[in-house]
């Protein structure tokens, strides 16, 4: 089975500044997705960008962008200019292309503090 | 507004009691999954619906049951809760496979 590891716990960052979130996935397929989400304190769990697999370019939504290193099994998130409604619990996840498989896995998520 | 509806948003159970988690989505999807999170371990799909009439199980299924009622609702029910079923319940759908998933609101249930 797909695992997703996110190492960091926690982060933090000076409001304005540029965070960067690292997500890492075990896979053996070759064709998937990859998303991040946030969660805020109200719990909602919000979908902040998307990345195909087979798109060699960097997905990048405003002021978010990943770092999709389809070799390394790597897929990470910066965040630029942060703003303090950018604090929350970050998740990364991972989805087979596969027909059959419909679970998505997430990572055990990052907790980003946004500093005034 | 579209989206996904959980209720309740919050229980409390006493150990052996039994309870039923309701979902609605109005985005006409076919698949709908329960997950549940816990602190450090990320969400863990418990059953999901690929469409209706079908469910299945996931990563973490025992001590769970769930009904797809239509396209539209699909519940999860505890039979006889324990104290480790303590968690916050996240309800999903989607159509498409590369879009990701629309999230209920989540419902915290404490199990004591």
């Known amino acids: 089975a797909q695992t997703v590891t996110q190492s960091q716990p926690e982060m933090s960052v000076q409001e304005a500044e540029t965070v960067t979130l690292s997500c890492t996935y075990d896979?053996?397929?070759?064709?998937?997705?990859l998303f991040w989400y946030k969660q805020p304190p109200s719990r909602q769990m919000i979908l902040v960008i998307r990345?195909?697999?087979?798109?060699?370019q960097n997905a990048t939504e405003n002021r978010f962008s990943v770092n999709f290193q389809k070799a390394a099994k790597s897929f990470s998130l910066k965040i630029s200019d942060s703003q303090l409604g950018d604090a929350a619990m970050y998740f990364c996840?991972?989805?087979?292309?596969?027909?059959?498989?419909?679970?998505?896995?997430f990572g055990a998520g990052t907790r980003l503090t946004v500093k005034p | 507004n579209a989206g996904v509806t959980q209720t309740p948003k919050f229980q409390v159970l006493k150990t052996g009691q039994s309870m039923t988690l309701q979902c609605a989505q109005d985005m006409n999807h076919n698949s709908m999954y329960w997950y549940r999170q816990d602190p450090g371990m990320g969400l863990r799909l418990i059953y999901y619906?690929?469409?209706?009439?079908?469910?299945d199980k996931g990563e973490v299924p025992n001590g769970y049951n769930v009904s797809r009622l239509n396209k539209r609702e699909f519940s999860l029910r505890l039979e006889s809760a324990a104290p480790s079923q303590t968690s916050v319940y996240f309800c999903?759908?989607?159509?498409?496979?590369?879009?990701?998933?629309?999230f209920g609101s989540g419902t915290r249930l404490t199990v004591v």
């Open positions: 990345q195909e697999a087979y798109k060699q």
């Open positions: 999903a759908s989607s159509e498409y496979r590369d879009y990701g998933y629309t």
């Open positions: 896979t053996s397929e070759s064709d998937y997705y």
């Open positions: 996840a991972y989805r087979s292309a596969e027909y059959n498989n419909n679970d998505m896995r």
């Open positions: 619906s690929a469409s209706e009439g079908t469910t």
